[in-house]
């Protein structure tokens, strides 16, 4: 390939995210670098973001959101510039040429406006040949799953939140 690979993971099941991180973790152990930016998501008290000190230097994550959800019907102005501000990172981190670059909930931040399809589109066709890019997020734009080498999608089947479960400290977050 001329280009290194893209990944995707979406659909409305639970595991998106966890699978992501799964593959960073697993180059982590073999010493690769990993960039992951965070799309609409600024919450610093998940795993995720907690494990960064320990995980350094091979573990970058990097948020460009708020703490709180956003209104996807109605996201406001500064939205809009947190993922403008992402997407120019990630544009910057893949030139570092990293064995994983994750972009996590993209695929959501392109459906609902925030990022460009094209724009990203456009970063995907420089992938350096040792990278992986992830994608992920629900409501994946149809280009995306086009311009992907591996797709896969979560369903939901069974989950603990229907049975008033809240989310679990170290499980969902």
């Known amino acids: 390939m001329a280009r290194g690979f893209i990944h995707l993971y979406t659909g409305d099941g639970e595991g998106k995210t ?3 991180f ?3 973790l ?3 152990g073999h010493g690769y670098k990993v960039i ?3 799309f609409m998501k600024g919450r610093k008290d998940v ?3 907690k494990v960064k000190d320990r995980l350094q230097p091979e573990y970058e994550i990097h948020q460009f959101g708020r703490e709180h959800f956003i209104d996807l019907e109605n996201p406001e102005p500064i939205d809009y510039e947190l993922a403008k501000k992402g997407l120019e990172f990630a544009k910057e981190a893949l030139k570092r040429k990293p064995r994983v670059l994750v972009l996590d909930e993209i695929n959501l931040a392109a459906a609902i406006g925030l990022v460009k399809v094209e724009e990203v589109l456009e970063m995907l066709k ?3 040949e040792e990278t992986v890019v992830v994608l992920t997020g629900r409501k994946a734009p149809r280009e995306f799953i086009e311009a992907a080498d591996l797709v896969t999608e979560m369903r939901d089947v069974k989950h603990p939140h229907r049975l008033g479960v809240e989310a679990r400290r170290g499980i969902e977050y």
Do not use: K, M
């Open 22 to 24: 799964g593959l960073a």
């Open 47 to 49: 795993g995720e973001y």
């Open 126 to 128: 420089d992938v350096p």
């Open 26 to 28: 697993r180059a982590v």
């Open 18 to 20: 966890l699978t992501a």
């Open 36 to 38: 992951i930016v965070q």
